[in-house]
């Protein structure tokens, strides 16, 4: 006996995906998820529709440096202003200057 099934049952039909993430960011997920008001499943379906339909994978990865880092930046700023710092450095004369630090 062979199975019929119609094709506006199989257009709404849903499946379950499995995936293994960290739990910790699964949390945080859904965290955020829950902040914009939205499912984190909802979120996650419209990530594949999209990978589908462009045939690529576009992810905004903006970095927030640190404080340290950014005070860091910040001095080596003031230093290069006030004529402290001589480059542009070649490869060898960086490491010489950094091994003199």
Same mark, same amino acid.
């Given at each position: 006996?062979? #199975?019929?099934i119609?094709k506006?049952? @199989?257009?709404?039909?849903k499946?379950? #995906? &499995?995936?293994?993430t960290?739990?910790l960011l699964k949390l +945080?997920?859904?965290k955020?998820?829950?902040e $914009? *008001?939205?499912p984190l *499943?909802?979120?996650m %379906?419209a990530f594949?529709?999209?990978f589908v339909r &462009?045939? +690529?994978?576009?992810l905004?990865?903006s970095?927030q440096?640190?404080?340290? #880092?950014?005070?860091? #930046?910040? +001095?080596? +700023?003031?230093? $290069?202003? &006030? *004529?402290q710092? %001589?480059g542009? $450095? %070649?490869g *060898?004369? $960086?490491?010489?200057? @950094?091994?003199?630090i």
């Amino acid at each position: 006996m062979r #199975l019929i099934i119609p094709k506006y049952i @199989l257009w709404y039909m849903k499946t379950t #995906l &499995n995936i293994k993430t960290d739990k910790l960011l699964k949390l +945080e997920a859904q965290k955020t998820a829950d902040e $914009f *008001g939205i499912p984190l *499943g909802t979120i996650m %379906n419209a990530f594949l529709r999209q990978f589908v339909r &462009n045939k +690529e994978i576009s992810l905004d990865i903006s970095y927030q440096p640190t404080k340290y #880092l950014t005070d860091i #930046l910040k +001095e080596a +700023e003031i230093d $290069f202003k &006030n *004529g402290q710092v %001589n480059g542009p $450095f %070649n490869g *060898g004369e $960086f490491i010489k200057r @950094l091994q003199k630090i």
